[in-house]
Antibody
Framework: QVQLVESGGGVVQPGRSLRLSCAAS????????MHWVRQVPGKGLEWVAI????????YYADSVKGRFTISRDNSKNTLYLQMNSLRAEDTAVYYC????????????WGQGTMVTVSS | DIQMTQSPSSLSASVGDRVTITCRAS??????LNWYQQRPGKAPKLLIY???SLQSGVPSRFSGSGSGADFTLTISSLQPEDFATYYC?????????FGQGTKVEIK
């Protein structure tokens, strides 16, 4: 069964850091690009970052560039999002998602993990 | 950034109705357009990729069309499980962007 399971969300103060994880199973993780997408509760979807299958290529939304880092460990079938200098506007549900094909569509999504940035 | 605009923002329909949702890009994106369904409290689900290709396991009552800047998602006969919010998304260039969503509600 193809599955993505996020973890690491929680409540954090502005300016602090948090690392999200996404455990993949049921497919060859090392063959696919992976994304992070976020959603403020009750609002729309915002793409955050992508990493290529081998980790060599990454792209970021301007809103997180320089503060967030996407990475992966193919030996552990795990995707990460290191979030530094967090702001209140980063409060959202964070989803990891699998590329159906490089730079095409998000065909598998995790259940999401909530990040709340608040003092 | 490419802006994606969906219409309508919401609609009310009955089971069995034919429903059409449109998505317009701020520039031509060829057929780099995907559609997702999101039920309340759930993650989005891919329905259509590259404008008109049906994702595996998605019922055939869902179809997509269009190219360039104008696209359409059609549900041929609305079922109870189809009441949800639908998003279009462009994969033509980074940053990937989504439409604001169309909420399909029960009439």
């Amino acid at each position: 069964q193809v599955q993505l399971v996020e973890s690491g969300g929680g409540v954090v103060q502005p300016g602090r850091s948090l690392r999200l994880s996404c455990a993949a199973s049921g497919f060859t993780f090392s063959s696919f690009g992976m994304h992070w997408v976020r959603q403020v509760p009750g609002k729309g979807l915002e793409w955050v970052a992508i990493i290529s299958y081998d980790g060599r290529n990454t792209y970021y939304a301007d809103s997180v560039k320089g503060r967030f880092t996407i990475s992966r460990d193919n030996s552990k079938n795990t995707l990460y999002l290191q979030m530094n200098s967090l702001r209140a506007e980063d409060t959202a549900v964070y989803y990891c998602a699998k590329d159906r094909k490089w730079l095409e569509a998000f065909d598998i999504w995790g259940q999401g993990t909530m990040v709340t940035v608040s003092s | 950034d490419i802006q994606m605009t969906q219409s309508p923002s919401s609609l009310s329909a009955s089971v069995g109705d034919r429903v059409t949702i449109t998505c317009r890009a701020s520039q031509s994106i060829s057929t780099y357009l995907n559609w997702y369904q999101q039920r309340p409290g759930k993650a989005p689900k891919l329905l259509i990729y590259t404008a008109s290709s049906l994702q595996s396991g998605v019922p055939s009552r869902f179809s997509g069309s269009g190219s360039g800047a104008d696209f359409t998602l059609t549900i041929s006969s609305l079922q109870p499980e189809d009441f949800a919010t639908y998003y279009c998304q462009q994969s033509y260039s980074t940053p990937w962007t989504f439409g604001q969503g169309t909420k399909v509600e029960i009439k």
